[in-house]
């Protein structure tokens, strides 16, 4: 079973609409939780930490469920630019704190 | 914001090349590098993890002889792959991390072997 898991989409979104997809983890002792955005042949930046109690910036919710253990992310409102693939990624509980990436998920936001 | 400039971004190259690619942290020190891999449409797999004057240490199934890993400075990091195959062309990513701080990617160079 892999670390970390997400459904590699696309979800086609039209412009303006409200998207929201889920990641789920193994490692029930993870945590830190980030959402990390992707666009096509460049390297991952940082959207933003998963906080426990949930957390928001801007148009972004991700949201953390332990018990079930998964990560969700919402985007509201649309943009054209939120097009990319988003990856999750857990901090490992190992003594280098590895980044585990899920395989992304391909949001296409489209006019 | 810190900033990990990586460099070549393209290589291109025959098969049984060694290429060289350099990772810096350009306004931090850098105390721990990572190195990942990513081919199309999969998730970026880490190579391997080096601290600052020591040795690399490789993931299962990553071949340290084939990957040469040096990290020799806080600012600096290099991943050479010897006698490259068309099977090792990959986007290959750096990130650096002062501490336990936030890791900081480079933009990734995309080898292709021919």
């Known amino acids: 079973r892999k670390e970390v898991e997400q459904d590699p989409g696309p979800f086609n979104v039209p412009e303006g609409a409200t998207v929201a997809f889920n990641c789920t983890y193994s490692n029930s002792a993870s945590q830190s939780f980030f959402w990390y955005r992707q666009d096509c042949r460049k390297e991952p930046k940082l959207l933003m930490s998963v906080y426990s109690s949930g957390n928001e910036d801007g148009r972004f919710t991700a949201q953390l469920n332990r018990a079930s253990q998964y990560i969700s992310l919402l985007i509201r409102d649309s943009k054209l630019s939120d097009s990319a693939t988003y990856l999750c990624?857990?901090?490992?509980?190992?003594?280098?704190?590895?980044?585990?990436f899920g395989a992304g998920t391909q949001v296409v936001v489209t006019p | 914001g810190a900033v990990v400039s990586q460099h070549p971004s393209w290589v291109i190259c025959k098969s049984g090349t060694s290429v060289k690619i350099e990772c810096r942290s350009l306004d931090f020190q850098a105390t721990t590098m990572f190195w990942y891999r990513q081919f199309p449409k999969q998730s970026l797999m880490l190579m391997a993890t080096?601290?600052?004057?020591?040795?690399?240490?490789?993931e299962q199934g990553v071949e340290k002889d084939k990957f040469l890993i040096n990290h020799a400075s806080l600012t600096l990091s290099t991943l050479t792959v010897t006698s490259a195959h068309p099977e090792d062309s990959s986007f290959y990513i750096c990130s650096a991390r002062m501490g336990d701080g936030p890791q900081h990617f480079g933009d990734g160079t995309r080898l292709s072997i021919l």
């Open positions: 990624v857990v901090k490992g509980t190992d003594s280098w704190g590895k980044l585990q």
């Open positions: 080096s601290n600052e004057g020591s040795k690399a240490t490789y």
